[in-house]
């Protein structure tokens, strides 16, 4: 059977663990060279070993400069980028009432600044039939305590996605968002401490709220998202697909 992305360029932001690496993996084995960012040089490392056919870059979405030193590499290597995943994101538990400076600016910074500037400053490499996936959140379109800021920034992400379809009306490039819920990733057992045995009951409790009774697993996430980065999405745009066992549905 033909590979789905066959000598496509891809960027998966956060690409070192959970969702971003296991989709780094899939469009690697789909065809794709694909470039992983993060943070934490050793995760880069492990990640690109992983993943195979990969270049690590390691990159702060936040930090403006260090994105315009991603794309430059890129277009010197490459010349342009097929298929960009902005995924780079996470957050931590506040209740209203105790929510600080610190925790909006870090959540926003992440989901919000990085993701914008993440895909706007990749638009000069962006091909004809280019695909860019959003990670936005079931928590963007629904209430959960403790998780307001969160909520907030993904239901931005989702908003991002409407209006820049508009904006590149006539670029031949589709814009989608992909809406985990309750995922099995680092990122999400982290929430619960350093404790393994919290880590699980959280991980239950999560399962139990799912209709399919269980918590998703990251390559399930990314078989979605090579959906959305291939040619059988091709008349899809703008689109907010769950990818939740249910949950945003009830
Ligand atoms: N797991 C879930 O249940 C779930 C559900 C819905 C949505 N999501 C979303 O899915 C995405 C991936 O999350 P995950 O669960 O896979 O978490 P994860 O395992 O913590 O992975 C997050 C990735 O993003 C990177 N990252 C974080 N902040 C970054 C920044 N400022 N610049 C560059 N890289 C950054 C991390 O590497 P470094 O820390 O080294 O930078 C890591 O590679 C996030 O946007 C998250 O909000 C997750």
Same mark, same amino acid.
């Given at each position: 059977?033909?590979?789905?992305?066959?000598?496509?360029?891809?960027?998966?932001?956060?690409?070192?663990?959970?969702?971003?690496?296991?989709?780094?993996?899939?469009?690697?084995?789909?065809?794709?060279?694909?470039?992983?960012?993060?943070?934490?040089?050793?995760?880069?490392?492990?990640?690109?070993?992983?993943?195979?056919?990969?270049?690590?870059?390691?990159?702060?979405?936040?930090?403006?400069?260090?994105?315009?030193?991603?794309?430059?590499?890129?277009?010197?290597?490459? &010349?342009? !980028? @097929?298929? #960009?995943?902005?995924?780079?994101?996470? =957050?931590?538990?506040?209740?209203?009432? %105790? /929510?600080?400076?610190?925790?909006?600016?870090?959540?926003?910074?992440?989901?919000?600044?990085?993701?914008?500037?993440t895909v706007q400053k990749a638009?000069?490499?962006?091909?004809?039939?280019?695909?860019?996936?959003?990670?936005?959140?079931?928590?963007?379109?629904?209430?959960?305590?403790?998780?307001?800021?969160?909520?907030?920034?993904?239901?931005?992400?989702?908003?991002?996605?409407?209006?820049?379809?508009?904006?590149?009306?006539?670029?031949?490039?589709?814009?989608?968002?992909?809406?985990?819920?309750?995922?099995?990733?680092?990122?999400?057992?982290?929430?619960?401490?350093?404790?393994?045995?919290?880590?699980? &009951?959280? !991980? @239950?409790? #999560?399962?139990?709220?799912?209709?399919? =009774?269980?918590?998703?697993?990251?390559? %399930? /996430?990314?078989?979605?998202?090579?959906?959305?980065?291939?040619?059988?999405?091709?008349?899809?745009?703008?689109?907010?697909?769950?990818?939740?066992?249910?949950?945003?549905?009830?």
């Amino acid at each position: 059977m033909s590979k789905k992305l066959e000598g496509k360029i891809a960027l998966v932001t956060g690409g070192t663990t959970g969702i971003g690496l296991a989709t780094a993996q899939r469009f690697a084995e789909e065809g794709a060279h694909v470039y992983v960012t993060g943070r934490r040089q050793a995760e880069l490392d492990k990640a690109v070993a992983l993943v195979g056919n990969a270049t690590g870059v390691a990159v702060d979405s936040t930090r403006l400069e260090q994105l315009d030193e991603l794309y430059a590499r890129i277009r010197d290597a490459h &010349g342009h !980028l @097929d298929v #960009l995943f902005a995924n780079a994101g996470g =957050g931590s538990m506040l209740p209203l009432g %105790e /929510i600080t400076e610190e925790h909006y600016d870090d959540t926003f910074d992440r989901n919000v600044k990085g993701v914008l500037f993440t895909v706007q400053k990749a638009l000069p490499l962006l091909a004809a039939k280019a695909s860019i996936i959003l990670t936005g959140s079931t928590a963007g379109s629904s209430g959960t305590a403790a998780f307001s800021v969160y909520s907030a920034s993904k239901a931005a992400v989702r908003a991002f996605a409407r209006s820049w379809i508009l904006d590149l009306k006539g670029r031949d490039i589709r814009v989608n968002t992909i809406s985990p819920g309750a995922t099995r990733t680092p990122g999400l057992v982290d929430l619960a401490g350093p404790d393994a045995q919290q880590q699980q &009951g959280l !991980l @239950d409790y #999560l399962a139990s709220q799912v209709p399919l =009774g269980r918590v998703g697993e990251p390559v %399930e /996430i990314a078989n979605a998202a090579v959906f959305l980065a291939s040619d059988d999405s091709s008349f899809v745009n703008g689109a907010e697909l769950f990818v939740d066992g249910g949950q945003a549905q009830i």
